[in-house]
């Protein structure tokens, strides 16, 4: 067979979030993190989005296994769905593998826990075409680690979510002596980082936040609420530091934190100080000035929790006056809005807001300057900008460019793009593509909600839904019923009568030319009514309404003859009660004849 490497983008490019890459040996696939992202305002009712599964369904019987970076819902966040389906062996540190499991027995009770695999910075994977190896990164998270595939012709290298932080903590530090050992082998292809890329100020150190945050709270009056992200341990450590540095207790809310945080402690990744943790009953015990309570809402996202808060509608906590709302949490850009909208409540309720990343430039991402670092480091042949927009993936390039690197030698891709390399000219071209559209998650229904389903919400969020029901008898080719007409989100009813009467005129002419000059046809009739009323309804309001017509059939001489029966039956029942009466008189007459005589 001749040899083959592929690099394939499932998913995690031109976009944030949801990261997914593949690399092909010859008849090898090794996948690189398995990850979802939280949807925007424009997909309707979506729960979450996830890569797309058909490549599993293409190529399963390939992938030698799923290798984790790290314990964000960016990486492991579609693991639940892919092993519904497949069994996979999964790779990552012990804290990854843990908070995995988390997140995969959510959705599946049963998983199959034996497909999870242990590994850390100094394991050394063999497979038939190619060995996987591993290196510690930097990033919000303990654990986390980058990947270094050996093939034929040189590594390839996936970062994941990384930064260069000299003064991080040890479980965070990346390995700069591992990193010069992979460029010592000859890096054949980067896949590296780009969320962070239009930064060009650097990062504040972890230990400048963990003092800031320290500040704050020796500084705080009242009741200090901390949001923050379940999984940003590296924040939920500083927290815990702060408070025990200032003489408070925390409560955590919430089962994600709950059960992310027992098992960080479990493991030994979160020091906790004894009697530092309070239950929900000590909070009317403990003093507000010596309250933190630790907020990370559904799925690790704190900002609904904190509208609830601010309106009393939260389970647990209501903002009240005195209290200090801490945003411990760098907010992407996509949610910059409802965190401007969630402080402008707390300041309604009588709380005040700090926000960290107004304040420290901070980011688990690398910065500019740490790109062309690790550029400089690795010495790559080819480098595949992945994991941000378009803007950050060519500010990559740019930086890149800048690095020394030709331009030629870098890749701006898009989902579903397959790199294929040539051994004669010693480049990569782009193949037949993979599959690389978005997994939609709406309930319990997985990809079951497309293009046309959100474009039928978007028209019902915009303009509601007109709502037809008319009775026909097809054989006499007449209506039965007068039509009934209802809206939902469309106009108040009992202020256009006039319209609604008129829609019913308009149903009647369209059954009316539909029954004279067409065959009958269930479907043909529905569209009639249909496209009659949008155009009317348009040319009355300006407004296009999904406009749902329910037509029912009735036969009349089915339901005459079923009458008819029923006449006859209860005239035999009549027949029948009456010759009853008769009988029983005839006895009685009998009866009284007979005492007589």
Known sequence: MTDQIKIMILSGVREQGKDMFAVQVNDEIF?????????????????????????????????????????????????????????????????????????????????????FHVIDADTEIDFKNASVSFFHTTHSIPGSLGIDIHTPEGEVVYTGDFKFDPTAAPDYRTDMDRLAEIEQKGVLALLSDSSNAEASFPSASEQDIGQYVTDVFRNAKGRIIVAAKASNLNRV????????????????????????????????????????????????????????????????????????????????????????????????????????????????????????GRNKHTSGHATGRDLQILIDTLKPKFLIPVIGEYRLLE?????????????????????????????TKKRF?????????????????????????????EVLSDDGIFIAV??????????????????????YIKANHQLMRESVDVIKNAIDNNFEHKKFDWTELKQDIRNDLEKFLYKKTNRRPVVLPVVMEVNQNRHRALQKKNNKKDSVNKRAKNSEKKEAKSKIDNSKSKKSN
């Open 31 to 115: 996948v690189m993190d398995a990850g979802l992202k939280y949807p925007d305002s424009s997909l309707f009712g979506i729960d979450v989005v996830i890569p797309d599964l058909d490549f599993f369904k293409e190529y399963g019987d390939r992938v030698a296994g799923i290798f984790l970076t790290h314990g964000h819902a960016d990486s492991i966040g579609a693991l639940p769905y892919i092993l519904r389906q497949y069994d996979i062996p999964v790779f990552g540190s012990e804290l990854t593998i843990e908070l995995a499991k988390i997140e995969v027995k959510r959705e599946n009770k049963h998983c199959d826990n034996s497909l």
């Open 237 to 356: 450590q500083e927290v815990l530091n702060a408070a025990h540095a200032t003489g408070k207790r925390v409560l955590l809310t919430g089962r994600d934190v709950a059960k992310i945080v027992r098992t960080a402690m479990k493991l030994g990744y979160l020091k906790v100080p004894k009697g530092l943790l309070m239950r929900v009953k000590d909070l009317k015990t403990t003093p507000d000035d010596k309250t933190v309570i630790l907020e990370t809402g559904r799925m690790g996202e704190p900002l609904n929790s904190l509208q609830k808060m601010a309106k009393k509608r939260h389970s647990m906590i209501n903002i009240h006056k005195g209290d200090l709302v801490f945003i411990a949490t760098t907010p992407s850009h996509a949610v910059e809005t409802m965190v401007a909208q969630t402080s402008d409540m707390i300041y309604r309720a009588g709380g005040t807001v700090i926000e960290l």
């Open 395 to 423: 500010i990559h390039k740019n930086l890149a460019l800048k690095a020394g690197m030709n331009k030629d030698d870098v890749y701006i891709t898009k989902n579903g793009d397959c790199l294929k390399y040539d051994y």
């Open 429 to 457: 071209y782009l193949s037949d593509p993979v599959p690389g559209e978005d997994t939609m998650i709406d309930g319990s229904g997985v990809g079951d909600v497309g293009n046309i389903v959100l474009r039928d919400r």
């Open 470 to 491: 008319v009775t026909i008898d097809r054989k006499k080719k007449k209506i039965v019923a007068q039509p009934q007409v209802t809206s939902r989100g469309f106009v």
